[in-house]
């Protein structure tokens, strides 16, 4: 076991005690990506996972949240656990926030520091993940746009590629196979949840001197080390932190913060139909292109948004659900997930021929095959007003680990769907549409019945950074009252902003690795 990089803490009774120079909760996206980058370093390491080395939703592994305001799936099936975390069922899209995100009223001075790091380390990242030509993400859009790049941007709009990673990439599990052998390989105990902890006062507040995980037949592992860093994602991040602070004897973290407060999301809502006729066009403008193994889409943003109002960001939707891409879907997640994939003979015999086609436009298209009978839509992103009420708290029930189970707190606000309804006419009264060469757009009503928005699973402000008194972690990442404990993970953002969280994350976590000594 001892020489083992891997060790299923479930599979043999142990107590084996582990020193390292860093010790990671959680083996998902910022977990895998700051154990590769120490161990480059030289630095010994040891991630702690929850899940096992395949990768399942929150409930099987035991960590089935209390709902008590809305139905928030982002904290049920938005979020799973095991080698690789969401990394193994995401759709892989990497996007920074951007200059747009300066323009934020909401704690505008850390999102000029979010994205001054983010332009510094997103050559590095991504780099990293084995895209070498940069951070070209508003390029790449005026490039394959050309002309109507020009026009959309004086309509009012900045249009921004994604950037999405190669299939086998997906799983960033593929990190720890490509850290030199030269260098120490992390070890990772997985089926192993982070249960006690224990601290020493000091005259700066407290520190960590030693971590015990256990297995659900009750096997441990302890360990110690001078640095650990949370990296469990927004939601059970925040559940740790609460529950630090409930097992020391005295209040460790800074008594003004808010651990697990501020939980917000983008909502995203259909705001307009693309015309049955105009369904080609927009599939020839706005379809997933190829760039080799890489895949890019399209965004748009408003140019000047009203200040004052949540950032937004919308794309042209296309609803793909013909038989071969579903089974396309299904063998891909299966590897992703490190799973048997769930097929049968009447799938695979009605799926061949979409198959064909799909492979046919990757190969000689380099483009995603979009059917003529595919609905296309425009939908929009916009982040949550944050508020405080939105939370992380320590229920009275306990799991089967001992742990006190999370109570989530989570709403959409008549504030947010008042927002969303603004910024849905302005992106759609900006649209030039057809009489520019552009497709039309047929706008939809914004109910909250026949149209309500919901998550996009990319939780955020559960441990938010920053320098006033309610933040959690400080612009270092470390968290506020402990000397020796860091945060990597999408809850230190204030508010979800104009894009996916997990890229930003990841430069966030390489102006970490910079820091170590």
Same mark, same amino acid.
């Given at each position: 076991?001892?020489?083992?990089? #891997?060790?299923?803490?479930?599979?043999?009774?142990?107590?084996?005690?582990?020193?390292?120079?860093?010790?990671?909760?959680?083996?998902?996206?910022?977990?895998?990506?700051?154990?590769?980058?120490?161990?480059?370093?030289?630095?010994?390491?040891?991630?702690?996972?929850?899940?096992?080395? !395949?990768?399942?939703?929150?409930?099987?592994?035991?960590?089935?949240?209390?709902?008590?305001? @809305?139905?928030?799936?982002?904290?049920?099936?938005?979020?799973?656990?095991?080698?690789?975390?969401?990394?193994?069922? #995401?759709?892989?899209?990497?996007?920074?926030?951007?200059?747009?995100?300066?323009?934020?009223?909401?704690?505008?001075?850390?999102?000029?520091?979010?994205? @001054?790091?983010?332009?510094?380390?997103?050559?590095?990242?991504?780099?990293?993940?084995?895209?070498?030509?940069?951070?070209?993400?508003?390029?790449?859009?005026?490039?394959?746009?050309?002309?109507?790049? @020009?026009?959309?941007?004086?309509?009012?709009?900045?249009?921004?590629?994604?950037?999405?990673?190669?299939?086998?990439?997906?799983?960033?599990?593929?990190?720890?196979?490509?850290?030199?052998?030269?260098?120490?390989?992390?070890?990772?105990?997985?089926?192993?949840?982070?249960?006690?902890?224990?601290?020493?006062?000091?005259?700066?507040?407290? +520190?960590?001197?030693?971590?015990?995980?256990?297995?659900?037949?009750?096997?441990?592992?302890?360990?110690?080390?001078?640095?650990?860093?949370?990296?469990?994602?927004?939601?059970?991040?925040? +559940?740790?932190?609460?529950?630090?602070?409930?097992? !020391?004897?005295?209040?460790?973290?800074?008594?003004? !913060?808010?651990?697990?407060?501020?939980?917000?999301?983008?909502?995203?809502?259909?705001?307009?139909?693309?015309?049955?006729?105009?369904?080609?066009?927009?599939?020839?403008?706005?379809?997933?292109?190829?760039? +080799?193994? #890489?895949?890019?889409?399209? +965004?748009?943003?408003?140019?000047?948004?009203?200040?004052?109002?949540?950032?937004?960001?919308?794309?042209?939707?296309?609803?793909?659900?013909?038989?071969?891409?579903?089974?396309?879907?299904?063998?891909?997640?299966?590897?992703?997930?490190?799973?048997?994939?769930?097929?049968?003979?009447?799938?695979?015999? !009605?799926?061949?021929? @979409?198959?064909? *086609?799909?492979? &046919?436009?990757?190969?000689?298209?380099?483009?995603?095959?979009?059917? *003529?009978?595919?609905?296309?839509?425009?939908?929009?992103?916009?982040?949550?007003?944050?508020?405080?009420?939105?939370?992380?708290?320590?229920?009275?029930?306990?799991?089967?680990?001992?742990?006190?189970?999370?109570?989530?707190?989570?709403?959409?606000?008549?504030?947010?769907?008042?927002?969303?309804?603004?910024?849905?006419?302005?992106?759609?009264?900006? &649209?030039?549409?057809?009489?520019?060469?552009?497709?039309?757009?047929?706008?939809?009503?914004?109910?909250?019945?026949?149209?309500?928005?919901?998550?996009?699973?990319?939780?955020?402000?559960?441990?938010?950074?920053?320098?006033? =008194?309610?933040?959690?972690?400080?612009?270092?990442?470390?968290?506020?009252?402990? =000397?020796?404990?860091?945060?990597?993970?999408?809850?230190?953002?204030?508010?979800?902003?104009?894009?996916?969280?997990?890229?930003?994350?990841?430069?966030?976590?390489?102006?970490?690795?910079?820091?170590?000594?």
């Amino acid at each position: 076991m001892k020489n083992s990089p #891997w060790v299923n803490l479930a599979a043999t009774a142990t107590t084996e005690e582990v020193q390292t120079d860093v010790c990671i909760i959680g083996a998902g996206a910022a977990g895998i990506f700051l154990a590769a980058q120490l161990a480059r370093k030289g630095k010994s390491v040891v991630i702690i996972e929850a899940g096992p080395a !395949s990768v399942i939703d929150a409930d099987g592994v035991g960590f089935e949240p209390i709902l008590t305001g @809305d139905d928030y799936p982002g904290a049920t099936i938005g979020r799973y656990f095991g080698m690789g975390g969401s990394t193994g069922r #995401w759709g892989g899209l990497l996007i920074p926030h951007t200059y747009h995100d300066r323009r934020h009223v909401h704690r505008a001075g850390v999102w000029d520091f979010i994205v @001054d790091c983010v332009e510094r380390h997103a050559p590095v990242v991504l780099s990293q993940l084995g895209y070498r030509k940069g951070s070209d993400f508003f390029e790449y859009a005026r490039l394959k746009l050309g002309l109507f790049a @020009d026009i959309l941007s004086h309509a009012g709009y900045d249009i921004q590629a994604s950037l999405l990673l190669p299939f086998l990439r997906k799983n960033f599990s593929f990190l720890l196979s490509e850290i030199p052998k030269s260098k120490p390989q992390p070890r990772v105990f997985y089926n192993a949840v982070a249960k006690d902890w224990t601290f020493r006062g000091t005259v700066n507040g407290a +520190r960590v001197i030693g971590l015990r995980a256990i297995s659900r037949n009750r096997n441990s592992v302890t360990v110690t080390a001078p640095k650990y860093v949370l990296a469990a994602g927004a939601i059970e991040t925040g +559940r740790i932190l609460l529950e630090m602070d409930q097992s !020391s004897s005295q209040p460790i973290l800074n008594s003004r !913060s808010c651990p697990g407060c501020y939980l917000s999301d983008h909502l995203s809502v259909t705001i307009a139909e693309v015309p049955f006729s105009d369904s080609k066009l927009a599939a020839d403008m706005f379809a997933y292109r190829f760039e +080799r193994t #890489w895949m890019r889409g399209i +965004r748009l943003l408003e140019h000047k948004p009203f200040i004052g109002t949540p950032l937004a960001f919308a794309h042209i939707d296309f609803e793909l659900q013909n038989a071969g891409f579903k089974l396309a879907k299904e063998l891909m997640w299966a590897v992703q997930g490190r799973r048997m994939p769930v097929i049968t003979p009447n799938s695979v015999i !009605s799926g061949l021929g @979409d198959l064909m *086609k799909l492979a &046919w436009h990757r190969c000689l298209r380099s483009r995603l095959y979009i059917s *003529k009978t595919s609905p296309a839509h425009l939908q929009l992103d916009m982040e949550q007003h944050p508020i405080k009420e939105n939370k992380i708290s320590l229920s009275q029930q306990f799991d089967e680990y001992g742990r006190r189970r999370a109570a989530i707190n989570w709403r959409i606000t008549e504030q947010d769907v008042t927002s969303l309804s603004e910024i849905a006419g302005r992106f759609l009264n900006l &649209w030039p549409g057809r009489g520019a060469g552009l497709p039309d757009l047929i706008a939809r009503e914004l109910s909250p019945v026949k149209n309500k928005p919901h998550d996009a699973y990319h939780p955020v402000g559960t441990c938010r950074m920053g320098d006033d =008194e309610e933040a959690v972690v400080d612009l270092n990442l470390k968290v506020r009252g402990l =000397e020796n404990t860091w945060v990597v993970s999408t809850g230190v953002f204030p508010s979800a902003g104009t894009a996916n969280p997990t890229f930003s994350m990841l430069c966030l976590a390489n102006r970490f690795v910079d820091q170590v000594n």
